[in-house]
């Protein structure tokens, strides 16, 4: 995609936490403890965290020391926040060296999971990728249907189980069809559950260890799917998760529905967890590897 195109959905998808930057009333304003409040205030409100706010603040403090704020004050905190979510592979997944590359989706219930999935297989089949889908959502009836239809719409291949199987046998199943038919990807979709239901927690690990024993080197990406109009919750749920099945990466839904965009920037702060991709959007194309300096760009624009 044209950085352009790229730049111009960004901002649509995040115009609600660009609204809260009012970066044109900085200028001329002298940059003094009060001046520091009001930013302070308007980070935290757009869920930056507090570790990552206190980083910007230092600098803009160190930077300006009670000098008048002029246009380079928004290069300033550009330059921090783009520091603060450097990425040496922006937007990558690991692909395997042996097929396939097995990714396991995981998250709360409602999170965006599967229509993150319908989107990332979309988009890896426009790479030309095989693709194979595994429902390990065994819990609810309509889940393996919805995914389905996704399988459908973007020509992949699926596996799914009886309702209420286990999603380890379902998971078993789908490594043995990737590994014989010799598909590129195989991205397995999981129930939503908290993650202070531990039995649930339990039975994601037995997913995972499942994968792991049927293809040497996988899951090459566990990937938390947050919702990110969840604000500083979705911290919480990185730690538990991550602890629970390694995460290696995050998945940022429903940045178009809120103002609390900065949690990028929280998330990668608080666990060191790389977002690569974000939903800014319902649609098939809606969901954009992640890109730092297009998401600085718009949360400033
Ligand atoms: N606006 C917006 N809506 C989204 C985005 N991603 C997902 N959704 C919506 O969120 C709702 C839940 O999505 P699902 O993909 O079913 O979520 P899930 O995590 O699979 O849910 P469970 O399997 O029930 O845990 C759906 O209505 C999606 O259309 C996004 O980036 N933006
Ligand atoms: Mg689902």
New binding site residues.
């Given amino acids: 995609m044209a950085l352009k195109d790229l730049l111009d959905r960004f901002k649509k998808g995040l115009s609600r936490t660009a609204r809260l930057f009012d970066v044109r009333s900085w200028i001329g304003k002298k940059v003094d403890q009060s001046f520091l409040d009001g930013l302070e205030a308007t980070l935290i409100q757009s869920d930056m965290g507090v570790k990552a706010t206190a980083k910007i603040l230092d600098r803009v403090r160190e930077t300006y020391n009670d000098r008048e704020a002029d246009e380079q004050l928004l290069n300033v905190v550009k330059t921090e926040i783009k520091a603060l979510l450097a990425d040496p592979r922006p937007g990558e997944l690991i692909v395997s060296r042996s097929k396939p590359s097995v990714y396991l989706i995981a ?10 999935i319908a989107k990332l297989a979309q988009r890896l089949k426009n790479e030309g990728k095989t693709i194979l889908l595994a429902a390990c ?1 065994t819990f ?1 009836a309509a ?1 393996a249907d ?1 995914l389905t239809i996704w399988a459908e719409r973007s020509g992949s291949d699926i596996v799914k189980g009886n309702p209420g199987a286990d999603p380890a046998s379902v998971a078993h199943d789908a490594c043995d069809r990737a590994l014989a038919r010799g598909v590129d990807v195989l991205i397995v ?1 999981t ?2 559950r908290l993650h202070t239901q531990s039995h649930l927690m339990r039975e994601l690990e037995k997913v995972r260890g499942v994968i792991a024993r049927k293809i040497a080197g996988a899951p090459h990406e566990v990937l938390l ?1 947050l919702d990110a109009t969840n604000g500083q919750n979705a911290i919480r749920q990185a730690e538990v998760f991550t602890k629970s099945i390694g995460c290696t990466g995050v998945i940022l ?5 809120t103002a609390k965009g900065g949690v990028v920037v929280a998330v990668r702060q608080a666990m060191n967890l790389p977002v690569k991709f974000v ?4 649609g098939i194309d ?2 954009q590897p992640f890109d730092a300096e297009a998401f600085v760009e718009s949360i400033f624009a």
């Fill in positions: 998250g709360i219930n409602g999170a965006g999971k599967t229509t993150s959502d609810r889940a919805q979709d129930a939503g799917v839904t429903k940045l178009d529905g939903g800014i959007g319902e809606d969901l």
